[in-house]
């Protein structure tokens, strides 16, 4: 398809395990965002890529949150050392370009047992 | 972060009433959105607003961007069961990633 993709969209884990969750963007789009949705709240933004660089970090909730993306493509969000509290939906959007009109992906959703 | 406050939280309307909802913020946007989530999916683009004034409609939906660049609101007429979701607005400050609001969740009773 031409949207953008996301995996798992589900993920169920265990409190302590790390979690690796995947975005393909719309082809040809440079930025990437990931967002947070928890229940029943809006979006909270985490970071975004322009390229395979992640020029703000700052709205990653800890350090256990990382994410990468190579080849200016697919990015990964990483959770390591899973809390309940990390338990949301983690939606993924792109755009042609940083500031140009993002589109979203289905999110994965995370259940922390 | 700068963050967006909308309202209503949730409305319930008969179909074929008219909608309204709104977002403001403590500080200039330059840009505002508005998307809508049904459930179990990622948000959808409904309408883009990039100036200050600028009213746009989509069908049955009309959006302005507050002449102040701290306010948009969001106009659904003639409501139909398919209009049921959660509304959220977005905004871009200045140079700066985006912020959503909490959201509307509206249903429509057939």
């Known amino acids: 398809g031409a949207g953008v993709s996301q995996s798992p969209s589900n993920k169920v884990t265990e409190k302590g395990k790390d979690v690796e969750l995947r975005c393909d963007p719309i082809?040809?789009?440079?930025?990437l965002y990931w967002y947070r949705q928890s229940l029943g709240q809006g979006l909270e933004f985490l970071i975004y890529f322009q390229g395979n660089s992640a020029p703000d970090k700052s709205g990653l909730p800890s350090d256990r949150f990382s994410a990468e993306r190579t080849g200016g493509s697919v990015s990964t969000l990483t959770i390591q050392r899973t809390q309940q509290e990390d338990s949301a939906v983690y939606l993924c959007a792109s755009s042609f370009s940083w500031q140009e009109t993002q589109y979203f992906g289905p999110g994965t959703r995370l259940l922390v047992l | 972060g700068q963050q967006l406050n909308q309202s209503p939280q949730s409305m319930f309307i008969q179909e074929g009433e008219d909608v309204s909802m709104n977002c403001t913020s403590s500080?200039?946007?330059?840009?505002w959105l508005w998307y809508k989530q049904d459930p179990g999916e990622g948000p959808v683009l409904l309408i883009a607003l990039y100036k200050a004034g600028e009213l746009t409609s989509n069908g049955r939906l009309t959006a302005q961007f507050g002449i102040t660049r701290k306010d948009s609101f969001l106009n659904i007429s003639a409501s139909i069961p398919s209009d049921v979701g959660i509304y959220f607005c977005?905004?871009?400050?200045?140079?700066?990633?985006?912020?959503f609001g909490a959201g509307t969740r509206l249903t429509v009773k057939p």
């Open positions: 500080s200039i946007f330059n840009t």
């Open positions: 082809s040809g789009h440079t930025a």
């Open positions: 977005a905004g871009q400050p200045n140079n700066n990633d985006m912020r």
